[in-house]
Structure formats: C-alpha cells, structure tokens
C-alpha cells in the first residue's frame, strides 16, 4: 500500500501551532513511508474564507519547508463533484430531502431538552417526507440506525461509537453547498488517503465520515486523532500560550528547523533524545510513538532549542536570516562587516536571530548613549589613560588584523601592569555601548579601524567630560 496523508486547512483564520503540527505528522508518516503528502484547502465556508488566510497558510507550510507532492486542491473547484456525490446517495436511497423549517426543527430540540433527551432530529422526513414547493429542502444522510462505528485508532485506540448516537447529518444545504463532513469524505475518497493525521476534535466527526464513506463504497482510511497542545497552565491554548500564527515565530527570529524539531517533540517521542536532524526525523517518525496525553507548549523549551540551532547552522544561512532583520530596522549593511561573519561571532550570544540583531546593530551604525550602568562601571576616569593609549596604538596599525590588535592590547597590559579585564572592558563599552561583544580582538576587526578609533575619541571625551562635572 502507498501511503497517502493529507493536511487540510480551513482558511478562515492563521496557520498556528496545532495546525503546523498536524501538517508536520502527515508530512513527516509520508516521508518515513515514501509516500505523499497531499495539501488540501477546505474553503467551502465562503463567509469566513479569505485570500489572505489561504496566503498565511501558504506561507506558513513554506517557511516551514512543509512541501506538498500534491496540492493545493481546493473545495470549492469540486463542487460538481459533490453534486454527482450527493445524487449517488439520494439514487441509492441513502440520503433523502427534508422540508423541516429553522421553526420545526427547533421546536423539536426544545422538546427533546425538557424531556431530558440529546437533541436530534427525529427523521421524521426520512419515513414521510411531506414535499412543500416553497421550501428549498436540505439533503440528509441516512445513517445507519443499529449497530456501532468501530475503528482502530493508531493513536487512541480502538473507539466504539454506536449509531444510536449519530442523527442524519445534513449533507447538502438549500442552496445545494455541500456541509464539511461530506466534502471531507468525498475528498478522501478520491484522492486515496490512506492515513487520516488530524486534531482529536475530530473524533465526533469521524464516525459520520466512516458511514458516508461506506456509503459511497469506500474503504476506511487509518485514522490517528493527535491529542491537543495546551499552555502550562493546562488550559486550551489560546493567544496568551502563544497561539498565534506560525510566521509570528519567523518574525521572532525562530528556525524553522527548530521549530520543526520542538513540534515534534511536542507529542512525539523517541526515547529521550531531544535534538533530531531531519533525516533522523523522516526515518523515526511513526503513529506508535505519539502521545495519547495532551502535550504543553513550553516558549522557554523551544528558545533553548533555537539557540542549539543556531550554534549548530551554517554561516551563511544565519548571516542572510540577520541581514533581513537589519534591513527591517533600516541599516544598510554597506555600512558595516559581512553579516555572516557577525552571526558566527554572535551565535553562542542569541537565542534567536532577533536577539542577534539586537546584539548586532553597534557594527553597523553609531550609538547614541552607552548601557547607563555599563558606562557608570566601566568608563571611569581610572581608564581614560588606558583608552588614550589604546587609541594611540590602534591608530597607528598598518594591518589591522586579530593578531595585530591583541598585540597592542598586550602591550597595553605590560605598560601599565594590568589584567585584560580592565582594559577589554572600558574598550568594549566604548566601542559597543555596552559590556558584552564577542572576543574584543574579532570585535574591534569587525567594527573597523576608522569608527574604533572615533568611538575610543568618544568614550574618553565622555570620561573627561564627567569628570569635569564632578568637579
């Protein structure tokens, strides 16, 4: 059997955590089987569907390198599909027209509440329909009365659910759009879907998409209801957990490899290892090893996952990823050292490639003040001397190399019979404006001679100028 999963949107909202992480089991039980992973847009609520969210999607799966071998389809390019479906069923007998009015029908679910019973319909059209010229009816499934819905779940299990529990669903509306349920069905059956990945709010759909799909002579695919993601609190996830469209974690500065790998994770395990290369992540993926318990999506576990990414990327992919971020802040990175070489300086200091920009943006541009308890610590006048030599020597450096600027900081310490901190730090805030850059050696290489030396005139004029002050 070729394995084939799908993941498939509504487009009325953003592409968030849950969905990705569906997306990425479908993606990732097709991988592992050589299978395909099918892309499936399901835009038949033509009120709430937008172009824009369809975008997002789009966007989102892109970003997180979630390729489909098949797709976009979208619903509401089948429609004459569903029609010749829905005639199939009303020819079979398997489906009927129903003429009870918004009025009738909740009349009887008022009724059906004070009585203490589940509000359903009664079927009272499937036995007697009464044809009213002036309604435009709905079409209804005949389920199935008696019996049960049995599936092996490859997550939950076995599920017994029994047809006693299910009304006739609505298949058909009286403008003759299709409902989800029957578009879902017809959908998968068509397209072959072997394997359903999907969100456990789900399971009450299931056994109705099963008896339809019987209907229409189907065979079941396998189904796997993924638990949901809560907050650490426990509660549903919402905006407050971090909800929130998947590109937000671009726009935060998170890989998508480290996203991939911390969805994963959240709810699927395979042993105790945390960190997954992607080939690992296409062999070891399987069904048996996702949770049956909701998982807690924890911000802080997939920053120190981020930053295990970042120290681990190449160069070059994180020096592009930091010059977006500069250019979105307005630098021009004209004015400054390739950012490839600062995002491998500054990858151990960022947990996320905002961060790097944050920490990165002295090499580019002037400040205009220093880190206040940076400068009140470091810029005293007990080192103006040791910035006025420092200046002094830089300045006359003919090669200005790592190996050329730690041999005047050490000439420097002889002189004045110090120990590096105390004249690696002041050069630092001097230079950066605040008390943490990479080694001070590649640092000041990176910065460049000319804007090293203005900065060192800057910070002692600033020195002397407090001091002045204070007096």
Not at 173 to 200: Q, S
């Amino acid at each position: 059997m070729t394995v084939r999963t799908r993941f498939a949107p509504s487009p009325t909202g953003y592409l968030h955590i849950g969905g990705v992480r569906t997306a990425l089991f479908c993606w990732l039980f097709a991988k592992r089987h050589k299978g395909t992973f099918v892309l499936r847009i399901e835009d038949t609520d033509r009120e709430r569907s937008t172009p824009e969210s369809i975008d997002a999607i789009l966007e989102g799966l892109k970003w997180m390198e979630l390729t489909p071998d098949e797709g976009p389809f979208y619903q509401t390019d089948r429609m004459d599909r569903y029609g010749e479906a829905i005639k199939e069923l009303l020819d079979k007998g398997m489906a009927y027209h129903c003429y009870c009015s918004k009025d009738e029908l909740e009349q009887e679910r008022e009724a059906q509440r004070s009585r203490g019973e589940k509000p359903r319909y009664s079927r009272k059209c499937r036995h007697n329909a009464q044809i009213k010229p002036d309604v435009e009816p709905v079409v209804r499934f005949k389920n199935p009365i008696d019996g049960a819905v049995i599936w092996d779940d490859a997550v939950k299990g076995r599920i017994v659910i029994g047809n006693s529990e299910l009304d006739d669903l609505i298949i058909c509306r009286p403008d003759g759009t299709p409902t989800y349920n029957f578009c879902v069905v017809v959908d998968d059956l068509d397209m072959e879907i072997t394997h359903v990945v999907r969100g456990d709010d789900h399971v009450n759909n299931t056994p109705r998409q099963i008896n339809i799909l019987r209907a229409l002579g189907g065979e079941c695919p396998v189904y796997a209801h993924v638990p949901m993601i809560l907050g650490a609190d426990g509660q549903r996830l919402s905006k407050r957990h971090g909800a929130v469209s998947v590109l937000e974690y671009r726009n935060l500065g998170i890989l998508p490899q480290a996203m991939r790998n911390y969805l994963v994770r959240l709810g699927w395990s395979h042993g105790d290892q945390e960190i997954f290369s992607y080939e690992e992540l296409c062999s070891l993926f399987s069904l048996d090893g996702v949770n049956r318990a909701p998982a807690a999506f924890d911000p802080e576990k997939l920053m120190w996952l981020n930053q295990q990414y970042i120290m681990q990327a190449d160069a070059r992919f994180l020096g592009e990823l930091l010059g977006e971020q500069l250019v979105l802040r307005g630098v021009n990175l004209a004015d400054g050292p390739p950012t490839e070489k600062v995002a491998d300086v500054l990858r151990e200091r960022a947990r996320n490639i905002v961060d790097m920009a944050d920490k990165s943006e002295y090499f580019y541009r002037d400040f205009d003040e220093y880190d206040e308890n940076a400068a009140k610590k470091n810029l005293r006048p007990v080192a103006s001397q040791l910035l006025t030599d420092a200046r002094q020597q830089l300045s006359e450096l003919s090669e200005w190399s790592c190996e050329k600027i730690n041999s005047v900081i050490e000439s420097i310490l002889l002189q004045h019979d110090v120990k590096l901190g105390k004249l690696a730090q002041p050069i630092r805030v001097a230079i950066s404006g605040t008390a943490a850059t990479p080694a001070i050696d590649v640092t000041l290489e990176l910065i460049g001679k000319e804007r090293v030396v203005q900065r060192l005139d800057h910070a002692i004029k600033f020195i002397l100028d407090r001091v002045a002050k204070s007096t």
